[in-house]
Structure formats: C-alpha cells, structure tokens
C-alpha cells in the first residue's frame, strides 16, 4: 500500500493539481500531510428511529471532536406557491439523458471539482451499483433544470441494526454536494429536497461536504426550520498542497517517513520491475 500509494503521488505530481485531498482522517495518512481541510456529515433521521438517533448520535460523539444533534421545534412560514417541479431519476437512461443539463449546472460551479462531474459519476454507477438503487433528484423550472442532488438507496447498519440509507452517489470519501443553478432560490430547493426525502422515511448520510458547503449550510438552515431531526458532525482530512517537485515533497517529510518508503521498495524490488502503468 505505502508503495502504489507513493507511485500515484509522484505520478500526481507531474499533474497541474495543486491539492491532494486524502478523505477521511486515517491515522496512516496524517503522515503524509500536516495540512487539513474542514469536512463535515448530516445524518438525518426519520420519525421512528428516536432511540438510533440517540445511540447513534453517541457513538459518533466518540469519533469526532464536535458534534451537534438538532431536533428543533419547526417554526410555520406561510410559503409562497412554487414553481418549481421535483422529479426522480432512478433508472441508467434517466441518468445518461441528465448528461449535458448536469454539465451546464456544473459550469456555473466550478469550485465543486471533478468528482461531481457528470463523467465521473455516471462511470462510477456503471461499476458499482450492484446492490444500490439512484435516487436522482431534479428540480425544474419552466422546463429547465435548476437544480440535481445525486443520491442513491444503500445499504447499511444503524446501532447493529441492517437499514436503507439515503447518500450521495459515490463513495463517502468523494463527499458530494448539490448542484445550483446560480439564478435559483437554494433555500427553496433544498426545502423540496427535503420534504420529499423526508416523506421517504429513510436515514440520510450525507458525507464529507468540504468547508464552506453552501449545501451543507442551506440544509441545515431548512431542517431546523422545518423541525427535522439530524446530527451534525466536523472533521478535519489531511492535504497535501503541492509545491515544487516529488523529490522536494520527499524530503519535507523526514527521515524515518523516507526510510519506510526506500526499504519497502528495495524488499517490493527482489520479485521483479516496479513500475506505474497509466
């Protein structure tokens, strides 16, 4: 692992990438890195799962410096009629006939990277949805697509308990975000997100939104006006900014840290050629 892991930096580092973003806080990897970046998680929980959300949330107060479980009383607002429409994309055509209004929403957000790309996305479902059912949602407006949240259903374990979860499409440490049109009311979105995964009755486990999330902070505005019960959690992830040459980013790491990595590829070595094919 300390090898092929080594290999893919240095063949990062001929890339024009300046940040390294290793997910989640493995104690291994903060050897890499003494930089981090702010991440945070929302689980939201359904009426009915009273009891999990207080083991849960004090499992997960163990794990992480900061913790906070929400479940405040909703405060009424008379809403105005919306003329916005939410529709569910759960099949691999509905996801395919996204392709060029998801890359147009993208373009107007840039900072949200690669890994919401529409390209990335839809090749990772292609490999890994075996097991797991999308849960695409868009809202339109006047026959344009103002907005996407790229869930999926999954399976996991709540308190040891086998449940149905709802999250971002991909793996958790790719994190996820909400994509907007820059002309749309966000609140209003993410209010209709919401009441319709709420109406759903699942575990929502939304994961790693890097610091500062405008989705992150526009949902949890809403599910406290809207009384809806959730835990949230910060974390810090070790980056690597990168400057100057694989060579110069060796040696800013230490003796030992170069020791490790020189003796495991001199052992790696004696069974044959050790080389990165790309």
């Known amino acids: 692992g300390l090898i092929l892991h080594n290999l893919l930096m240095e063949e990062l580092f001929k890339d024009k990438i300046k940040t390294f973003d290793f997910g989640f806080n493995a104690a291994y990897k903060k050897r890499w890195s003494s930089q981090t970046l702010l ?136 994190g996820g975000e909400f994509i907007f049109d820059s002309n749309v009311n966000k609140e209003e979105c993410a209010g209709i997100i919401m009441e319709h995964l709420i109406q759903l009755k699942k575990l929502v486990i939304l994961s790693y939104f890097r610091q500062p999330s405008i989705t992150q902070k526009i949902l949890t505005q809403e599910m406290d006006r809207m009384g809806i019960q959730y835990i949230y959690t910060e974390r810090p992830v070790p980056i690597i900014k990168k400057a100057g040459s694989w060579e110069n980013y060796l040696k800013s790491r230490g003796n030992k840290f170069r020791y490790e990595y020189k003796t495991a590829l001199k052992m790696a070595g004696k069974s044959g050629k050790i080389e990165l094919v790309t």
């Not at 499992?59 to 913790?67: A, E, F, G, P, T």
């Not at 996801?95 to 998801?102: A, G, I, R, V, Y």
């Not at 993208?106 to 690669?114: D, R």
């Open 39 to 174: 991440t945070s998680d929302v689980v939201i929980f359904p009426k009915g799962l009273k009891g999990g959300v207080i083991e849960f949330g004090q499992r997960i107060k163990k794990m992480v410096k900061q913790s906070n479980m929400n479940c405040a009383a909703a405060v009424d607002h008379e809403k105005p009629k919306s003329t916005l429409v939410l529709e569910v994309v759960n099949t691999l055509e509905g996801f395919h006939q996204l392709k060029n209004e998801w890359s147009e929403l993208l373009n107007q957000s840039a900072s949200l990277g690669p890994f919401m790309s529409f390209e990335w996305l839809f090749s990772w479902w292609q490999g890994y949805y075996e097991g797991r059912d999308l849960l695409i949602l868009k809202l339109v407006d006047n026959k344009k697509v103002v907005c996407i949240a790229p869930l999926m259903v999954y399976h996991t374990t709540v308190s040891r308990i086998p449940v149905k979860a709802i999250g971002f499409v991909g793996n958790h440490w790719m």
